[in-house]
């Protein structure tokens, strides 16, 4: 088994531009998330899902979009980048009342 | 407010030695806790997972304790290597479905 994989694990983006991050998992997982880690800070929760093509907002949705159409991947979207939106971001999978697994992480910097 | 805080903020040993920190709560209504290890540039891994009725659980070098009426974790972790160093984070999940996450004890071990 792979995990939790995402693509791409590097970014960089100038300050209006547009990306998606990829997360897939081949646990079987019903629950995804997308989290963002800044120095200093603890992870924080963008937005999840709790199955294929439902999803929901964190605790610092704006500025991002999400889609699950398929069980095993979940997508994040910056429709328009903005250096705040600097961070690394980290996809995680889990059973409903079961641990997060996290995937590597993907490091975005935006100019 | 639902708060987790972890002390200190970063710690050096030297390895061989043991060490202890702290994750302090205020999440209610409480489920479970969590410590995961995060190695630099990579996802967090869960070390151990706690629930409300368990005070004490090892995982081979690692020993978390959990006092549920005070609020307070402990992650022990003895006789540390120098792939010890790591970012440990608690992680404490209330009833409904969403994880609290520290900022997390920078660990560095030197030979």
């Known amino acids: 088994n792979a995990g939790v994989t995402q693509t791409p694990k590097f970014r960089v983006l100038k300050t209006g531009q547009s990306m998606t991050l990829l997360c897939a998992q081949d646990?079987?997982?019903?629950?995804m998330y997308w989290y963002r880690q800044d120095p200093g800070m603890g992870l924080r929760l963008i937005h999840y899902?709790?199955?294929?093509?439902?999803?929901a907002k964190g605790e610092v949705p704006d500025g991002y979009n999400v889609s699950r159409l398929k069980k095993q991947n979940f997508l994040l979207g910056l429709e328009s980048a903005a250096p705040s939106q600097t961070s690394v971001y980290f996809c995680?999978?889990?059973?409903?009342?079961?641990?997060?697994?996290f995937g590597p992480g993907t490091r975005l910097t935006v100019t | 407010k639902n708060q987790v805080e972890q002390s200190p903020q970063s710690l050096i040993i030297l390895e061989g030695k043991n060490c202890t920190l702290q994750?302090?709560?205020?999440?209610?209504?409480?489920?479970?806790l969590r410590w995961y290890k995060q190695d630099t540039g990579r996802g967090p891994v869960s070390l151990t997972i706690?629930?409300?009725?368990?005070n004490t659980k090892s995982n081979g070098r690692y020993t978390a304790t959990l006092d549920a009426d005070t609020k307070q974790s402990s992650l022990h972790i003895t006789a540390s290597q120098l792939s010890d160093s790591a970012s440990y984070i608690c992680?404490?999940?209330?009833?409904?479905?969403?994880?609290?996450f520290g900022t997390g004890t920078s660990l560095t071990v030197i030979p």
């Open positions: 994750c302090n709560y205020t999440v209610s209504p409480f489920s479970n």
């Open positions: 646990m079987n997982h019903e629950y």
């Open positions: 992680v404490v999940r209330p009833v409904r479905n969403q994880f609290y």
């Open positions: 899902s709790v199955g294929e093509g439902t999803t």
């Open positions: 706690m629930t409300f009725s368990e």
């Open positions: 995680a999978s889990s059973y409903s009342k079961g641990d997060p697994y």
